[in-house]
C-alpha cells in the first residue's frame, strides 16, 4: 500500500525557515500537494506538482522534490502560518491518492 | 466562482449506508479534465482520501474502505454522490469534497466547508 511519512510536529520562531518533508515508500514517486489546515478550517491548496504555487499563495511558501521526498519550505515564517500542514501524492500507478499524516506547525 | 458544499445526514446508526450529496457551481463535470473527490477527517485526526470521480465518469476509490465506498455523479444537477455502506463509529468524521482539475495536476484547489457525520446507535 501507497504511504506517506510526514513529522508530527515542527517548531520555528517568527522569520525562521520552516521545513516539512513527506516521504513517500516506493518509486515511481508521484507529483504531490500540500495543505494549509488551520483549527476548525478546511484545507486550503498550498503546493501542487511538487512545487507549483497556487494562486493567492505568498511567495515564502515553496516546495521542492527530491528522490522519494517532497519538502515544502516556508521562508520567513509569520504566527498566521501556525497550522497543520497535509501532503496527498497518488500510488504509482494513479489508482488512488493518499494523505500524510499531516505536520502541525507551531510558531514559537 | 467555484463553490462546493456538501450535505446529508447528522446522524447515522451503525450498519446502515450514509449518502451524502456534494453540490457545486462554477464548473461543470462535463467538462474535460475536472474531477471531484471525497475526503474525510476524523475529529482530532488527519485527512484520508476517499475517492474521486472524473469528467469521463472514470472512478478511483481507497482501497482502504475495501469497496464500501460508491460516487456517482449528476450532471444535470450538478452534484456528486458518495455512498459509504455499513457504517462503523470509526466512520465518524466530517466529510468534504474538493474539485480537482488536470491543470492543478488534480491539486484539490476548491473545497467544501465539510459535514459533520456521527455513526452513534
Known amino acids: 500500500s501507497h504511504e506517506l511519512t510526514q513529522p508530527p510536529s515542527v517548531s520555528v520562531s517568527p522569520g525562521q525557515t520552516a521545513t516539512i518533508t513527506c516521504s513517500a515508500d516506493a518509486l515511481p514517486k508521484q507529483y504531490a500537494s500540500w495543505y494549509q489546515q488551520r483549527p476548525g478550517q478546511a484545507p486550503v491548496l498550498v503546493i501542487y506538482k511538487d512545487s507549483e504555487r497556487s494562486s493567492g499563495i505568498p511567495e515564502r511558501f515553496s516546495g521542492s522534490s527530491s528522490g522519494t521526498t517532497v519538502t515544502l519550505t516556508i521562508s520567513g515564517v509569520q504566527a498566521e502560518d501556525e497550522a497543520e500542514y497535509y501532503c496527498?501524492?497518488?500510488?504509482?500507478?494513479?489508482?488512488?491518492?493518499?494523505f500524510g499524516g499531516g505536520t502541525k506547525l507551531t510558531v514559537l | 466562482q467555484v463553490t462546493l458544499k456538501e450535505s446529508g445526514p447528522t446522524l447515522v446508526t451503525p450498519t446502515q449506508t450514509l449518502t451524502l450529496t456534494c453540490s457545486f457551481s462554477g464548473f461543470s463535470l462535463n467538462s474535460f479534465g475536472v474531477s471531484v473527490g471525497w475526503i474525510r477527517q476524523p475529529p482530532g485526526k488527519a485527512l484520508e482520501w476517499l475517492g474521486v470521480i472524473f469528467w469521463d465518469d472514470d472512478k478511483r476509490h481507497s482501497p482502504s474502505l475495501k469497496n464500501r465506498v460508491t460516487i456517482t455523479k449528476d450532471t444535470s444537477k450538478d452534484q456528486v454522490v458518495l455512498t459509504l455502506t455499513n457504517v462503523d463509529p470509526l466512520d465518524t468524521a466530517t466529510y468534504y469534497c474538493?474539485?480537482?482539475?488536470?491543470?492543478?495536476?488534480?491539486?484539490?484547489?476548491?473545497w467544501g466547508q465539510g459535514t459533520l457525520v456521527t455513526v452513534s446507535s
Open positions: 496527498l501524492s497518488a500510488d504509482s500507478s494513479n489508482s488512488y491518492w493518499v
Open positions: 474538493a474539485h480537482a482539475g488536470a491543470e492543478n495536476d488534480w491539486g484539490l484547489d476548491y
